[in-house]
């Protein structure tokens, strides 16, 4: 069984600041993939990085970056320049062998960007 | 990516009735998946719709209750029967897809049920 704990139930940043959201996860899978998505308050998912768990580099997209420490068994999200539009709620999620399996969440955490 | 429209986009419905929300993509995809996200909580898998078969649901979910459709590669459905307040949820549909590993949603079906 897959579990993805997401500790942070709400998290404040300064626009322009950068934001580290945090993503602990535990699997007794030897292959997985790690995921990102932004819920705004419209309530669509979008999906915003993934990291493959043989990947020897950090997944990066754009202003997004993850955080892949598989040591500890964590995958955070850093946002950089954070903008106001990135207010959103933030789910981590991870799948058993990557994109085209079903994905276990977090809990999620709500990012609040103030000006 | 994968462009995937869900319809209705939101509805209201009595206890005791019965919706079917549809999810269209617009291209061909092996696994499909349904989830269910229920006020101020995180999403859960209901099942995965397989193209052939049968789908697989999770614990917690069964065929009588949540029965699912998926007669091509592009199109698939899930009724939520015998509402009760407590399936008041949003039901969102994914694909999944490799080289390079993504999972899309839809933009989801907001269900009030009163």
């Known amino acids: 069984a897959q579990k993805i704990t997401q500790t942070q139930p709400g998290m404040f940043v300064q626009e322009k600041e950068a934001v580290t959201l945090d993503c602990t996860y535990d699997t007794s899978d030897p292959s997985y993939g790690l995921f990102w998505y932004k819920q705004p308050s419209s309530g669509e998912m979008i999906f915003l990085i993934y990291q493959g768990s043989y990947d020897q580099q950090n997944a990066t997209e754009g202003r997004y970056s993850l955080n892949f420490q598989k040591a500890r068994k964590s995958a955070n999200l850093v946002i950089s320049a954070s903008q106001l539009g990135d207010s959103a709620m933030y789910f981590c999620a991870m799948s058993p062998t990557g994109g085209g399996n079903k994905l276990t969440f977090g809990t999620g955490t709500q990012l609040k960007v103030e000006l | 990516s994968a462009v995937i429209s869900q319809k209705p986009s939101r509805d209201i419905c009595q206890r005791g009735t019965s919706l079917t929300i549809q999810c269209q993509v617009d291209?061909?995809?092996?696994?499909m998946f349904w989830y269910r996200q229920q006020p101020g909580q995180s999403l859960t898998l209901i099942a995965t719709?397989?193209?052939?078969?049968?789908?697989?649901?999770e614990s917690g979910f069964v065929i009588d209750k949540f029965p699912i459709s998926r007669p091509n590669l592009t199109f698939s459905t899930l009724t939520v029967s015998n509402m009760s307040p407590e399936d008041s949820s949003i039901y969102l549909c994914?694909?999944?897809?490799?080289?390079?590993?993504?999972?899309?949603f839809g933009p989801g079906t907001r269900l009030t049920v009163l």
């Open positions: 291209s061909q995809v092996t696994m």
């Open positions: 719709a397989n193209q052939g078969s049968e789908a697989t649901y």
């Open positions: 994914s694909v999944g897809n490799r080289n390079p590993d993504t999972q899309y």
